[in-house]
């Protein structure tokens, strides 16, 4: 017995991944409360040359209902998992950019479309200040636009923010998990060698 308490103090010392206090979402579980989040304006441009495709989103929000964040997804240290049910919004205008540069106009915007969505979340995050994602994966379970008839380059440009988006609740929650207080309103959720988990190797 003598020599089992300076193992487990050499192992305590080796700074192994240790976890917060589970909350009443579960063992390993951990709630997110539901909120509305702005999102900065951004100029998209489309595959034709020029700008003639471009356009600006505008006045954006992404509205997500209460979730639960998992530690060790698939027995993975630090991979964490969310479901998102379906429910979530994603709000946003379109207008107009310079025909000649696709940089921002002050001109009214055209529309005001909402996307509802539900979504499974993976997420690989590392232990920094701020915290930030190695690596995530979003899989639909839902997605619908209404307000504008059905497009495929701003699907695709919006189903981008609510990744972007979900991988900063993901790092926001994480932060205040480990290393308390809010997460940085400039930081990026993104590590820099960021990758898609669905994404092979090489």
Known sequence: MKRIIPILAAVAMLGCPTRPAPTPAGPGAF????????IPNRVVNGPVPGCIDAFE???????????????????????????????????????????????STALPPLAMPTVTFGLNYLGDFSRVDPICMNASNTVLTSFSVTGTPADALVEGVALDQIWRQ??????????????????PATADPRCTNWVDLATPPG
């Open 31 to 38: 709630a997110i409360a539901a909120g509305t989040t702005p």
């Open 57 to 103: 989103l505008v006045g954006q929000t992404v509205s997500l209902p209460a979730s639960t964040l998992t530690f060790d997804v698939g027995g993975i240290i630090d991979r964490i998992g969310i479901t998102i049910p379906g429910g979530a919004t994603y709000a946003y205008s379109t207008r107009p950019v310079n025909p000649v540069d696709c940089s």
């Open 166 to 183: 979900t991988d900063r609740t993901a790092a926001a929650r994480l932060h205040t998990l480990h290393n308390g207080g809010p997460f």
